[in-house]
């Protein structure tokens, strides 16, 4: 079940910067739960993007950066590259639900 | 480096049992550091997680599933499992072991930081 809402898509020309929202509730990202961001490339297994709202394991570049505010998370890619064109999923825990959840999937197409 | 494969049956019937088991190679599955987790996707759709284990047997499932899950562990093997019971055709998915690494003390803050490259499990009717 997904809890976290995603737009199912977002584009831009190569260069330019895209952002990701992730909205929550107040009990997944608004209960002080922090958010992690995924990168999955077809038929390949997600990649960790992004952990902690806003830290980049080693090897990710960091055009990629993440925030968070109140109930609501995002994910900004700067300086678009073809190479960026995958989908991307926000991750948090849901104290009601008791469990980790996902958010709906955003596919970034570079134009 | 640690590595996770899954392996297991691609093909289920309709209310048997689904069980596949993540080998966990590179490091230990004992080091206490780490949680062991389970994660599903259906075809063309987002992301689900369906439980962890511990080295020591600790358990948390998606309560949506408690009932039909079990999640063991066997340190000898450095492998754990999965075993799901009276599959639906809602069961297929690619399944996913994934490793669950800390972030302060609290399991809830953690992420997952090592996946699986994945097994499709289609149940058929």
């Known amino acids: 079940q997904s809890v976290l809402t995603q737009p199912p898509s977002v584009s831009g020309a190569p260069g330019q910067r895209v952002t990701i929202s992730c909205t929550g509730s107040?009990?997944?990202?608004?209960?002080?739960?922090?958010v992690h961001w995924y990168q999955q490339f077809p038929g390949t297994a997600p990649k960790l993007l992004i952990y902690?709202?806003?830290n980049r394991p080693s090897g990710v570049p960091d055009r990629f950066s993440g925030s968070k505010s109140g109930t609501s998370a995002s994910l900004a890619i700067t300086g678009l590259q073809a190479e960026d064109e995958a989908d991307y999923y926000c991750?948090?825990?849901?104290?009601?639900?008791?469990?980790?959840?996902f958010g709906t999937g955003t596919k970034v197409t570079v134009l | 480096q640690v590595q996770l494969q899954e392996s297991g049956p691609g093909l289920v019937k309709a209310s048997q049992t689904l069980s596949l088991t993540c080998t966990v190679s590179g490091g230990s599955i004992t080091s206490g550091t780490y949680y062991w987790t389970w994660i599903r996707q259906h075809p063309g759709k987002g992301l689900e997680w369906i439980g962890y284990?511990?080295?020591?047997?600790?358990?948390h499932y998606n309560p949506s599933l408690r009932g039909r899950l079990t999640i063991s562990v066997d340190t000898s093997k450095s492998q754990f499992s999965l075993r799901l019971i009276s599959v639906t055709a809602a069961d297929t998915a690619v399944y996913y072991c994934v490793r669950l690494a800390p972030l302060g003390v609290v399991t809830s803050r953690w992420f997952f930081d090592l996946w699986g490259r994945g097994t499709l499990v289609t149940v058929s009717s």
């Open positions: 284990i511990y080295y020591g047997g600790n358990t």
């Open positions: 107040s009990a997944n990202i608004g209960a002080h739960n922090v």
């Open positions: 902690g709202d806003n």
């Open positions: 991750q948090s825990f849901d104290s009601g639900l008791s469990g980790y959840v």
